[in-house]
């Protein structure tokens, strides 16, 4: 854990975009912040001793902080560029292409991340949270990360919804207004300042909810469809070999026993150059 962390400090440290070491940073501290703010400080509220409900709280808190933060070192840990491989020189193969930033053939799917300076194995998008892009080698990762982040912002919102209205007060307009608006309703004196933080981190959690909702169900369309980002904008289904074969290509041989733990091992099938497409070679 100590070696992975230290990797991921010298990643972050020497990322060349301003913006991936900002969403770095914020998804990391935030993230200790809101682990310190749904153990210690909202519990006390439902919890004036240790009691089971507490310790069950405890326990599904930490395993969904662990594969959190765990599948997330790995997104950014997993090279995604397929380093040491051979490819071919002189007359490419179908779908490949010549990159002329990285003066390379690179296969079908690939493109090239002008943030991360070099080419992706079937790129689906470049992420900034984990700083780097989700392609062949990491998407399982990322998957596993949006399913995590989606459940611990639905939980983490309804676990808090007493707490935070025993601080904010009745159900009436203007404290519902201050969930989208929150600095407006302590400009007008209608909240303290430690209301004002708890409903602005109960609208940042409701937000966090939604987004990672919309990006896991984007997700899980494209897995669907054995599709990237690119293919499914562009409509581009004949990568797509079935439910089952999807679901491998991305997640490994174990498929959904991945996401118990984000150092399960589980192979891919293929070496992310090439790819079975339906009645024509890989392109």
């Known amino acids: 854990?100590?070696?992975?962390?230290?990797?991921?400090?010298?990643?972050?440290?020497?990322?060349?975009?301003?913006?991936?070491?900002?969403?770095?940073?914020?998804?990391?501290?935030?993230?200790?912040?809101?682990?310190?703010?749904?153990?210690?400080?909202i519990p006390s509220f439902y919890h004036t001793e240790w009691s089971l409900a507490y310790t069950l709280h405890l326990l599904l808190f930490i395993f969904l902080a662990v594969n959190i933060y765990g599948n997330w070192l790995m997104v950014f840990l997993t090279d995604v560029t397929g380093k040491g491989m051979v490819y071919p020189t002189g007359s490419l193969?179908?779908?490949?292409?010549?990159?002329?930033?990285?003066?390379?053939?690179?296969?079908?799917?690939?493109?090239?991340?002008?943030?991360?300076?070099?080419?992706?194995?079937?790129?689906?998008h470049h992420c900034w949270f984990p700083g780097t892009c989700?392609?062949?080698?990491?998407?399982?990762?990322?998957?596993?990360?949006?399913?995590y982040i989606t459940v611990a912002a639905f939980y983490g919102n309804i676990y808090n919804w007493s707490f935070v209205w025993s601080v904010k007060g009745e159900y009436t307009l203007l404290n519902l207004l201050s969930l989208i608006f929150p600095l407006l309703t302590v400009a007008l004196g209608?909240?303290?300042?430690y209301t004002f933080c708890i409903t602005t981190l109960t609208m940042f959690g409701i937000a966090l909810m939604n987004i990672f909702t919309w990006v896991l169900v984007l997700q899980v369309l494209q897995i669907l469809h054995g599709q990237t980002r690119y293919e499914r904008t562009q409509r581009i289904t004949k990568y797509d070999r079935g439910l089952w074969a999807n679901l491998e290509e991305v997640l490994g041989y174990r498929k959904f026993l991945v996401l118990l733990c984000p150092w399960l091992r589980s192979s891919l099938p293929g070496d992310g150059v090439s790819f079975h497409s339906h009645g024509q070679k890989a392109s």
């Not at 991921?8 to 310190?36: N, V």
């Not at 990285?102 to 002008?114: D, L």
């Open 93 to 124: 193969p179908h779908g490949w292409h010549f990159c002329d930033e990285c003066g390379a053939n690179r296969p079908p799917r690939s493109h090239h991340c002008r943030l991360c300076r070099a080419c992706v194995l079937k790129h689906d």
């Open 134 to 147: 989700i392609g062949y080698d990491n998407h399982r990762y990322f998957l596993a990360l949006c399913v």
């Open 1 to 41: 854990m100590m070696l992975a962390l230290k990797s991921a400090f010298h990643h972050w440290r020497h990322k060349r975009a301003l913006g991936d070491q900002i969403s770095m940073s914020i998804f990391f501290f935030g993230g200790i912040f809101l682990i310190w703010y749904e153990l210690i400080h």
């Open 190 to 193: 209608h909240e303290t300042w």
